[in-house]
């Protein structure tokens, strides 16, 4: 009825993620699950430059770029928002003492 699994175990979370390509712009940044990725600069991610990376997306929320072996990033989450009210005490100058 069944089979012994054949496929290393480290391959096996691989196969069980979902994957898609991502374009890397001229600043080394992509774009992801309305996140902005930004790879960390070096000889390899310079040469990616106009060219296709893969995303590894993980159950665990883990998230993996690569392209001939993990890539060192860091994200920027477009969701992050600047409430109005932050705003409008930033311009407040009522408080500010004039020398």
């Known amino acids: 009825m069944h089979r012994p ?3 290393p175990e480290d391959k096996l ?4 993620c979902h994957r898609e390509q991502r374009y890397v712009g001229s600043q080394l940044t992509l774009s ?3 996140k902005r990725i930004i790879l960390e600069r070096n000889a390899t991610s310079e040469e990616l430059r106009g ?5 590894y997306d993980f159950p665990d929320g883990r998230l993996e770029v690569r392209s001939k072996g993990i890539l060192p990033y860091s994200v920027f ?3 992050q928002r600047v409430s ?3 705003i409008v005490e930033n ?6 003492h004039w020398l």
């Open 5 to 7: 699994l054949s496929v």
């Open 13 to 16: 979370t691989d196969i069980l």
């Open 32 to 34: 992801y699950d309305r």
């Open 51 to 55: 060219k296709y990376v893969d995303v």
């Open 77 to 79: 989450s477009k969701d």
């Open 84 to 86: 109005h009210t932050a």
């Open 91 to 96: 311009k407040r100058l009522g408080d500010t």
